[in-house]
């Protein structure tokens, strides 16, 4: 450790040593070795290096700033440009060294050169992933794209800010030497014979000659700076040159095979020599002395020439140009630039999220600065508050950020599968998607807020979705097993299949709203096609190289998409059928949506004060419709939602819906995950979760009753547990299994799981079919029924101990309930097709109801019990104690209702010992007649405090 630190010291020390050496005019060389910056003597008397930052990924360009002490150099693997700051006069090692790194420039390819311009204060570089030549301020604002047409692989960059030209090489199939204006006027071609690769590039500005390496054909050439009167000044002894500068009248350069830097005279190349070898992996390099940027007045030194953003050098008069960030039009006057862009095309990637401006032919494509993005699939924009909307698939999410990438959010998260389609409502605020894993549409406001299911059936693989605000209209592409394109009003009512025929994939989905057409892509007929907003006049726009056509969007003339095989966009002009490519080889190309940045199309009844509604509002048939998330009712005003008093749940197959028992309306499928056939159904008031067993699963689990946070309670040991229910004063939950024959007992969160009754093989009249559960836990009985060899009703204590038969002579007892106001009982019978009850011994039984094709569900709130029926596939309520005033409740596409009951607090009312920590017991409390036992989980027993449990093992 002393060893390191006396290092470290030392290093320091030497580095001290170099800077205060360059105050007194001796040159230095500053390179890159890809894991550092350092700094080495040019004469090469000291023979070793000095770290300036360290710790790097992949440092490939350098340049600086002398006058203001700073080092800016380009780090590939981090695709970024960073900055350090060293201080020349200090006599201070701690402020000499630059130890600071700052990121001036994200979201880089492959940043191969960099240059700075030390009289415009400006940085440019070149990426040869991108093929582009970019220019920023020095802390890198008012980004600008120079070039990006007829670039192969530029590599180095070179700056005259004297003369206002640039220099770069391009080493691709043609490869060249071009120079152009600072401003990226006046482009030419000076070299493009007897050239290769060519690498490094400096300019010797007082005699004004452009010094270049070519690696392939290892020699260094110079020029006049128009290419003319060219020149070898070394060959024959190179191996592979990297990077090159010059000091006076000496040239300094790297190379890649020897590890090393070497120099000699820049005119006549001998006195060759090494001035550092055993370098890691030798790349940029620059003298770093006063002299290389020497200081003139020009043109943008007084009030940036009087630009809103960037003043660049010109070698044509008056020898600047005013220009704005890549994207952003200049306004007439030549000066100011616009605002931003005022037409965008925003991109999903895979892992990031990009905005490419309409508004110049450049197309460049800027990536949002947003983290932690796994699976960007749909985009979509707002143009109201300026929020862009995106699905993420990994994350199973909706989120959000301005249109810069700030601000970013999550807006839904909860029941999220595979949400493959998104679409704003600009008017209503409303925020659509579509989810081919819970093959839904749902529907929230803009800040996720109100979520409602507007869709959940017939739907196979919906994908993408599309709205009309105007006309109150979505539409949806569907790939499933019959691939379709629907339409529904915006609250998901009167669908109507548009297209059904001659269907593949139809992936994207676009709308015309001027000329009432929709247009979509195909991904297995590999067309773009088109009909009006009826469904009639179906043509074909394009069919031809469209292998895999996926993000779909429309924008004034053109029709814009993606394309996973091409990896390219494109567009199309819809009337001219005239097709071009805005990015190609772009890998992970997904969702894109083309939009006007401030700009909006039409208005509805809900864009003033949300049409008067309290939470969702939908323009339907030229009317404002008001409707209420989940779990809340609309009042008879049609505006205002509230929390119901009370409402029913019941089981329908693979879903659990709930519906208000004020107005029997709003029946929703709560929005869960998962369920395949749901059996047993019960709740829990004080945390509203929702409790059910799934008999094809084999699992119990919980939810909230929003539909969020599914999780398993019981997860093995499951057979078919058809009874089920909560005991709201102990925590447990209690079920029965007709297949393990056993009634079962665990805390909420299925912890401390412990058998409390079985079938004993001996004992005849013992457990055999055990079917619906029901609990008293305030007076601690537990009662069920069984269907067994001979059906009963039976009671224990909640402790499973007591067990005794309440009523025999019964068929298929089902649907136990108990009304705790009345203290009575009440169930269905499957064979006797009668709903009955008696008191909480078993006795003054009475028939309710009869006469019932099938019923199977009940429960009981108030005056009224509620009933499902198999055959009527229907819900029914009637008098508690009469069976009169029969009403249908609910009646239509319902199947496998195996459970129903109401949420309500009253149902859940009252404590016992168990209430109140638990009853002091370690694992579980159990309720009886004679007061609160507690109880251990399977393996474990209970010690002699009767509180305490110690494992058998």
Sequence with gaps: MDLQRRGLEMGGLLLLLLLLSVVDGSPFLLFANRRDVRLVDADGVRGESAIVVSDLEDAAAVDFLYAEGLIFWTDVSEEAIKQTHWNQSSNSLKEALGTGQTVVVSGLDSPDGLACDWLGKKLYWTDSETNRIEVANLDGTSRKVLFWMDLDQPRAIALNPAQRYMYWTDWGEEPRIERAGMDGSNRKVIVNVDIYWPNGLTIDLVEQKLYWADAKLSFIHRANLDGSARETVVEGTLTHPFALTLSEETLYWTDWQTRSIHACNKHSGDKTREILSGIYSPMDIQVLEPYRQPYIQTPCSNNNGGCSHLCLLSPVHPFYSCACPTGVQLKPDGKTCKPGAEQVLLLARRTDLRRISLDLPDFTDIVLQVDDIRHAIAIDYDPVEGYVYWTDDEVRAIRRSNIDGSNAMMLVTTEINHPDGIAVDWVARNLYWTDTGTDRIEVTRLNGTSRKILISENLDEPRAI?????????YWTDWGEHPKIER??????????????????????????????????????????VINVDGSNRQTLLEDKLPHIFGFTLLGDYIYWTDWQRRSIERVHKATAVREIIIDQLPDLMGLKATKVTETYGTNGCAVDNGGCSHLCFWRQQAVSCACPMGMELLSDLQTCVVPEAFLLFTNRDNIRSISLGTNSNDVAIPLTGVKEASALDFDVSERRIYWTDIQAKTISRAYMNGSSVEHVIEFGLDYP??????????????????????????????????????????????????????????????????????????????????????DKVGRANGLTIDYVDHRLYWTDLDTCMIESTNMQGLQREIIVDDLPHPFGLTQYRDFIYWTDFNLRSIERAEKRSGLNRTVVLQGQLELMLDILVFHSSRQDGTNECSHNNGNCAHLCLATPAGARCRCASHYTLNPDGRNCSCEY
């Design 466 to 474: 599309v709205l009309d605000p105007v006309n109150g209209f979505m």
């Design 488 to 529: 529904a009003n915006l609250d998901g009512t009167d669908r109507l299949v548009l297209l059904n025929s001659s269907l593949g994939w139809p992936n994207g989905l676009a709308i015309d709203y001027a000329a009432g057409k929709l247009y979509w892509g195909d991904a297995k007929t590999d067309k773009i096609e």
């Design 722 to 807: 058809e009874g089920m229910a909560v005991d709201w004063m102990g925590r447990n939950i209690y079920w029965a299994d007709t297949g393990t024959n056993r009634i079962e007992v665990a805390r909420l969160d299925g912890l401390h799981r412990q058998v409390l009754v079985c079938k004993d093989l001996d004992n005849p009249r013992s457990l055999d079919n055990p079917r619906s559960l029901a609990l008293d836990p305030a007076n601690g009985y537990m009662y069920w029924t069984e269907w067994g060899g001979r059906p009963r009703i039976a009671r224990a204590y909640m402790d499973g101990s007591t067990i005794m038969t309440l009523v």
